[in-house]
């Protein structure tokens, strides 16, 4: 019964495609670590991910393809982050990281980008996965809501997200 109870309460906080936290279970951990964040004045990085072109991908390869998208996307993300660092799937192609600390963004990205690398060379899919990065570091003391560091690392993100698309049009 307790085996059930676990099993029950794991799929009732994760997403079932990626295994990230959904919103939420993201929610509950979220405000424990911040909590103590705020209290002891931690810095955050919170790190915004949206795959890029995953309408291009379903309308051409099919959903199963870009669910298999969104799923690399996850799996780049875990294997970047911290063990210990809360991932959700935040909508439909964005996720989300929060860890406690201060990691430095060339590394995350540099991480993110070999692990999307080799997954597409290793695939030999007819679609290349790629996702735009917002990162943002705020203070323990400066989390009021975390609503607000929402707000300025998904600003982050679509910056990155149209130099991207800048750059490929150049």
């Known amino acids: ?12 906080k994760h997403d079932a495609l ?6 939420l279970g993201f929610m509950q951990e979220c405000e424990k670590l911040l909590t103590g964040v705020r209290k002891n004045n931690i810095t955050v990085t919170v790190v915004m991910a949206d795959l890029d072109g995953l309408k291009r991908i379903n309308d051409e390869y099919g959903h199963t393809a870009g669910d298999d998208a969104i799923r690399t996307v996850a799996d780049a993300l875990k294997n970047s982050c911290p ?14 990281v929060v860890m406690e600390g201060m990691y430095d963004e060339e ?22 996965v790629a996702t735009s990065l917002g990162i943002l570091h ?7 809501h975390l609503d607000d560091a929402l707000k300025k690392v998904d600003e ?12 490929r049009i150049e």
């Open 138 to 144: 705020v203070q323990g003391k400066e989390i009021a």
């Open 107 to 128: 590394d995350i990205r540099a991480k993110i980008g070999s692990f999307l690398a080799e997954y597409n060379g290793a695939s030999n899919r007819p679609y290349t």
């Open 156 to 167: 982050l993100m679509y910056a990155d997200k149209m130099n991207r698309k800048k750059r």
């Open 83 to 96: 063990k210990d660092a809360l991932s959700v799937r935040f909508g439909g192609d964005e996720m989300l």
């Open 1 to 12: 019964q307790k085996y059930l109870t676990t099993q029950i309460e794991h799929i009732y």
């Open 18 to 23: 990626t295994g990230l936290y959904n919103r």
